[in-house]
Protein backbone atom coordinates (compact mmCIF):
# COMPACT_ATOMS: atom_id res chain seq x y z
CA UNK A 1 0.00 0.00 0.00
CA UNK A 2 1.36 3.26 -1.31
CA UNK A 3 2.05 6.14 1.34
CA UNK A 4 -0.96 7.95 -0.53
CA UNK A 5 -3.34 5.06 -0.19
CA UNK A 6 -2.67 4.74 3.28
CA UNK A 7 -3.90 8.37 4.69
CA UNK A 8 -6.52 8.65 2.06
CA UNK A 9 -7.89 5.22 3.75
CA UNK A 10 -8.65 7.01 6.65
CA UNK A 11 -10.53 10.32 5.81
CA UNK A 12 -13.47 9.11 6.47
CA UNK A 13 -12.57 8.60 9.98
CA UNK A 14 -11.03 11.92 10.13
CA UNK A 15 -13.74 13.89 8.86
CA UNK A 16 -16.33 12.11 11.23
CA UNK A 17 -14.42 12.62 14.08
CA UNK A 18 -13.93 16.73 13.24
CA UNK A 19 -17.23 16.95 12.64
CA UNK A 20 -17.95 15.30 16.31
CA UNK A 21 -15.79 17.42 17.78
CA UNK A 22 -17.14 20.40 16.70
CA UNK A 23 -20.63 19.14 17.42
CA UNK A 24 -19.49 18.70 20.56
CA UNK A 25 -17.79 21.74 21.50
CA UNK A 26 -20.18 24.30 19.71
CA UNK A 27 -22.88 22.45 21.99
CA UNK A 28 -20.61 23.10 25.22
CA UNK A 29 -20.22 26.88 24.14
CA UNK A 30 -23.39 27.71 22.99
CA UNK A 31 -25.11 26.73 26.50
CA UNK A 32 -22.36 28.67 28.43
CA UNK A 33 -24.08 31.13 26.38
CA UNK A 34 -27.42 31.04 25.93
CA UNK A 35 -30.06 30.12 28.13
CA UNK A 36 -33.49 29.96 26.14
CA UNK A 37 -35.33 26.88 25.36
CA UNK A 38 -34.17 25.50 22.26
CA UNK A 39 -31.18 27.59 21.18
CA UNK A 40 -29.33 24.26 20.80
CA UNK A 41 -31.34 23.29 18.36
CA UNK A 42 -32.00 26.39 16.43
CA UNK A 43 -28.30 27.80 16.45
CA UNK A 44 -27.23 24.45 15.08
CA UNK A 45 -30.11 23.60 12.56
CA UNK A 46 -30.89 27.41 11.40
CA UNK A 47 -29.10 27.56 8.15
CA UNK A 48 -30.32 31.18 7.17
CA UNK A 49 -29.78 32.71 10.68
CA UNK A 50 -33.51 33.97 10.99
CA UNK A 51 -34.45 32.13 14.26
CA UNK A 52 -36.62 29.77 12.32
CA UNK A 53 -35.84 25.94 11.18
CA UNK A 54 -37.91 25.71 8.12
CA UNK A 55 -38.26 21.72 6.85
CA UNK A 56 -35.84 23.01 3.73
CA UNK A 57 -33.33 23.76 6.35
CA UNK A 58 -33.78 20.95 8.16
CA UNK A 59 -33.46 18.65 5.24
CA UNK A 60 -30.22 20.19 4.15
CA UNK A 61 -28.70 19.54 7.67
CA UNK A 62 -30.07 15.84 7.83
CA UNK A 63 -28.78 15.77 4.26
CA UNK A 64 -25.29 16.73 6.16
CA UNK A 65 -25.12 14.66 9.31
CA UNK A 66 -25.89 11.25 7.22
CA UNK A 67 -23.09 12.49 5.09
CA UNK A 68 -20.85 12.79 8.18
CA UNK A 69 -21.69 9.27 9.60
CA UNK A 70 -21.45 7.44 6.12
CA UNK A 71 -17.99 6.73 6.95
CA UNK A 72 -17.10 3.73 3.74
CA UNK A 73 -19.58 6.38 1.32
CA UNK A 74 -22.10 3.65 0.24
CA UNK A 75 -25.44 5.22 0.59
CA UNK A 76 -26.30 4.12 3.52
CA UNK A 77 -25.31 3.73 7.37
CA UNK A 78 -24.68 -0.24 8.42
CA UNK A 79 -24.96 -1.24 11.85
CA UNK A 80 -21.71 0.49 13.15
CA UNK A 81 -22.02 3.79 11.14
CA UNK A 82 -25.67 3.86 13.00
CA UNK A 83 -23.84 3.22 16.32
CA UNK A 84 -21.56 5.89 15.56
CA UNK A 85 -24.57 8.39 14.92
CA UNK A 86 -26.50 7.24 17.99
CA UNK A 87 -23.05 7.87 20.02
CA UNK A 88 -22.19 10.90 18.74
CA UNK A 89 -26.10 12.48 19.88
CA UNK A 90 -25.87 10.36 23.05
CA UNK A 91 -22.81 12.69 23.33
CA UNK A 92 -24.58 15.88 22.82
CA UNK A 93 -27.60 15.30 24.92
CA UNK A 94 -25.03 14.77 27.76
CA UNK A 95 -23.22 17.98 26.78
CA UNK A 96 -26.35 19.81 26.77
CA UNK A 97 -27.37 17.97 30.08
CA UNK A 98 -24.01 18.77 31.88
CA UNK A 99 -24.63 22.59 30.47
CA UNK A 100 -28.25 23.01 31.61
CA UNK A 101 -27.02 22.03 34.80
CA UNK A 102 -24.27 24.33 35.09
CA UNK A 103 -26.90 27.23 34.07
CA UNK A 104 -28.94 26.60 36.95
CA UNK A 105 -31.57 23.98 35.46
CA UNK A 106 -32.15 26.66 32.49
CA UNK A 107 -31.96 26.18 28.89
CA UNK A 108 -33.02 23.66 26.10
CA UNK A 109 -36.49 22.42 26.77
CA UNK A 110 -37.39 18.67 26.24
CA UNK A 111 -40.85 19.44 24.50
CA UNK A 112 -43.51 17.55 23.81
CA UNK A 113 -42.62 14.07 25.13
CA UNK A 114 -38.82 13.97 22.88
CA UNK A 115 -37.62 12.96 26.37
CA UNK A 116 -33.85 12.76 26.36
CA UNK A 117 -33.32 8.89 27.34
CA UNK A 118 -30.31 7.38 29.26
CA UNK A 119 -30.89 4.27 28.09
CA UNK A 120 -31.02 0.64 29.53
CA UNK A 121 -27.80 -1.07 28.33
CA UNK A 122 -28.62 -2.15 25.41
CA UNK A 123 -25.13 -2.35 23.91
CA UNK A 124 -23.42 1.07 22.35
CA UNK A 125 -25.42 3.38 20.04
CA UNK A 126 -28.59 1.43 21.00
CA UNK A 127 -30.25 2.71 23.96
CA UNK A 128 -33.88 3.08 23.77
CA UNK A 129 -33.77 5.86 22.04
CA UNK A 130 -31.23 5.30 19.10
CA UNK A 131 -32.79 1.58 18.84
CA UNK A 132 -36.03 3.62 18.16
CA UNK A 133 -34.75 6.38 16.06
CA UNK A 134 -33.53 3.39 13.95
CA UNK A 135 -36.24 1.51 13.35
CA UNK A 136 -38.18 4.88 12.49
CA UNK A 137 -35.57 5.46 10.26
CA UNK A 138 -35.40 1.93 8.62
CA UNK A 139 -38.58 2.01 6.92
CA UNK A 140 -38.05 -1.17 4.39
CA UNK A 141 -36.26 -2.96 7.30
CA UNK A 142 -33.61 -4.29 5.63
CA UNK A 143 -30.69 -3.82 8.62
CA UNK A 144 -29.31 -0.31 7.01
CA UNK A 145 -30.83 3.01 7.12
CA UNK A 146 -30.44 4.71 3.05
CA UNK A 147 -29.88 8.19 2.55
CA UNK A 148 -33.16 8.58 1.42
CA UNK A 149 -34.63 6.78 4.29
CA UNK A 150 -33.28 9.23 6.61
CA UNK A 151 -33.87 12.07 4.92
CA UNK A 152 -37.66 10.91 3.92
CA UNK A 153 -38.69 11.48 7.75
CA UNK A 154 -37.74 15.19 7.54
CA UNK A 155 -40.92 16.30 7.61
CA UNK A 156 -42.24 13.90 10.48
CA UNK A 157 -39.01 14.92 13.01
CA UNK A 158 -40.26 18.86 12.48
CA UNK A 159 -43.76 18.09 12.89
CA UNK A 160 -42.96 16.44 16.79
CA UNK A 161 -41.17 19.20 17.58
CA UNK A 162 -43.28 22.39 16.12
CA UNK A 163 -45.94 22.58 18.51
CA UNK A 164 -47.75 25.64 17.32
CA UNK A 165 -47.78 23.68 13.70
CA UNK A 166 -46.74 26.59 11.99
CA UNK A 167 -44.31 24.65 9.42
CA UNK A 168 -41.36 25.99 11.34
CA UNK A 169 -39.54 25.21 14.34
CA UNK A 170 -38.73 28.34 16.82
CA UNK A 171 -37.58 29.27 20.41
CA UNK A 172 -41.45 28.93 20.65
CA UNK A 173 -42.03 25.29 19.98
CA UNK A 174 -39.52 24.55 23.14
CA UNK A 175 -40.01 24.87 26.94
CA UNK A 176 -43.15 25.14 28.92
CA UNK A 177 -46.00 24.06 26.82
Do not use: C
Not at 5 to 31: C, N, Q
Amino acid sequence: MTDIETRTKDLPMLRLSLLTTAVLLSATSLFAQEESPGSHFIANWDLDGDGAVTLAEATTKRGDVFTAFDADEDGRLADEEYAMFDEARANDQAQMREAMQANGGKGQGKGQGQGQSQGHGMGPGMNEEGGMMRAFNDTDADGFVSRDEFIGHTADWIAQMDRNGDGTVTAADFGNP
